[in-house]
């Protein structure tokens, strides 16, 4: 069996300690609520099987381990981080999980690369990500190194300045005409940070020339510019230099391998009771199969979103008091689905 790794992505949707303040209208977590949320996502994580997790909205490292401490093996070769996230924080962090014998070296990106912060209007420059990014060199273990030839993995995750409005003080929120400059602002926001993201992407290829994953919440549909300028995927010939630097959507990716698996029901939020895909993997083109650098390929890719219904049913009882209101699940259960592809190093088998 050839040798592979698992990588999954998933937003946690606010995990924070109990009595914690996070976003403004976020009532901080009840013990119990917190007790549910931390079970849930720790099932979550023995259910993705993965060997690295890249997770968004973790506003405290200790609540992470408290996830993990839950799972079947209760931590056990379990590693994680999640930079600026101590028990002070109050901001949305990135963090990673893995496995032993993994052993990353982790970088988190605050700002945005020197001539890449861009004027908004009514406000001063956007120069930072609205949530610091985070970077991750992993270097392969023997089996994999041999099978693939490349000595260390890069890891990219992120989560790009969302949808919601950005209003300035004075703006009526009633004010159809204020929305849509919020929106605006909003949308540059979040195209300055694909860009930067893009930057970081062909600056890391050409220094390292090491295989790149690049996921996370990405607040934008696959095709959206946003996520084009990450990926710049275009499908050019293998004799662009460009391609060099591209990135492949996996599920684009294992299409091509699996052509009649269909993504009708790869949707990984919910929005406005509408499924949409805005949580992506993409990889380079060493998993691209029959490409002339590929070391592997994609072989499946999973989204696990079956929890995005049952959160809309509002309040869940506790098993051992069936007449007590439980927990609501719309803030126990991530707005957002789990996504985990996995990688084959070695050629695809023939279909």
């Given at each position: 069996?050839?040798?592979?790794i698992?990588i999954?992505?998933?937003?946690?949707l606010?995990?924070?300690?109990?009595?914690?303040?996070?976003?403004?209208?976020w009532?901080?977590?009840s013990?119990?609520?917190y007790?549910?949320?931390?079970?849930?996502?720790?099932q979550?994580?023995d259910?993705?099987?993965?060997?690295?997790?890249?997770?968004?909205?973790?506003?405290?490292?200790?609540?992470?381990?408290d996830?993990?401490?839950q799972?079947?093996?209760q931590?056990?070769?379990?590693s994680?981080a999640?930079?600026q996230?101590?028990?002070?924080?109050?901001?949305?962090?990135?963090?990673?999980?893995?496995r032993?014998?993994w052993?990353?070296?982790?970088?988190?990106?605050?700002?945005l690369?020197?001539?890449?912060?861009?004027?908004?209007?009514?406000?001063a420059?956007?120069?930072?990500?609205?949530?610091?990014?985070?970077?991750?060199?992993?270097?392969?273990?023997?089996?994999?190194?041999t099978?693939s030839?490349?000595?260390?993995?890069?890891?990219?995750?992120?989560?790009?300045k969302?949808?919601?409005?950005e209003?300035?003080?004075?703006?009526?929120?009633d004010?159809?005409?204020?929305e849509?400059r919020?929106?605006?602002?909003?949308l540059?926001?979040?195209g300055?940070?694909?860009?930067?993201?893009r930057?970081?992407?062909?600056?890391q290829t050409?220094?390292?020339?090491?295989?790149m994953?690049?996921?996370?919440?990405f607040?934008?549909?696959?095709?959206?510019?946003?996520?084009q300028?990450?990926?710049?995927?275009?499908?050019?010939r293998?004799?662009?230099?460009?391609?060099?630097?591209?990135?492949?959507?996996a599920?684009?990716?294992?299409?091509?391998?699996?052509?009649?698996?269909?993504?009708?029901?790869?949707?990984?939020?919910?929005?406005?009771?509408?499924?949409?895909?805005i949580d992506h993997v993409?990889?380079s083109?060493?998993f691209v199969?029959?490409s002339?650098h590929?070391i592997?390929?994609?072989?499946?890719?999973?989204?696990?979103?079956d929890?995005?219904?049952?959160?809309?049913?509002?309040?869940?009882?506790?098993?051992?008091a069936?007449d007590?209101?439980?927990?609501?699940?719309?803030?126990i259960?991530?707005?957002?689905?789990?996504?985990c592809?996995?990688?084959?190093?070695?050629v695809?088998?023939?279909?």
């Open positions: 069996m050839s040798p592979a698992r999954a992505t998933l937003n946690c606010n995990l924070a300690l109990p009595a914690r303040r996070t976003y403004e209208g009532a901080p977590y013990a119990d609520e007790l549910a949320k931390t079970q849930w996502l720790a979550m994580l259910r993705l099987a993965a060997d690295v997790v890249l997770v968004q909205e973790v506003f405290h490292e200790k609540a992470l381990g996830v993990v401490r799972t079947v093996s931590g056990r070769g379990w994680f999640v930079p996230a101590d028990e002070n924080n109050a901001l949305p962090r990135l963090g990673l999980l893995w032993t014998p052993q990353p070296q982790i970088e988190s990106i605050v700002d690369p020197p001539g890449a912060a861009v004027p908004l209007p009514d406000r420059e956007h120069a930072r990500f609205s949530r610091p990014l985070l970077l991750a060199r992993l270097a392969l273990p023997p089996a994999l190194a099978a030839g490349a000595g260390a993995l890069t890891l990219i995750n992120l989560h790009l969302s949808r919601r409005p209003y300035v003080d004075g703006e009526s929120r004010d159809p005409r204020a849509a919020a929106q605006l602002r909003s540059i926001m979040r300055a940070e694909a860009a930067a993201v930057r970081l992407v062909v600056e050409l220094r390292n020339r090491t295989p994953i690049v996921a996370g919440d607040n934008d549909e696959p095709n959206a510019v946003t996520t300028i990450v990926a710049d995927t275009s499908w050019k293998e004799d662009r230099s460009q391609r060099d630097c591209m990135l492949f959507n599920l684009d990716v294992e299409q091509r391998l699996v052509p009649a698996r269909g993504r009708d029901t790869a949707f990984t939020i919910l929005h406005a009771g509408e499924p949409e895909r993409l990889v083109e060493e199969p029959h002339r590929a592997g390929y994609v072989e499946r890719v999973e989204v696990l979103n929890h995005l219904v049952e959160r809309r049913r509002g309040r869940a009882p506790f098993a051992a069936a007590q209101d439980g927990p609501d699940l719309g803030r259960l991530p707005d957002h689905a789990a996504v592809v996995s990688i084959v190093f070695g695809p088998p023939p279909r």
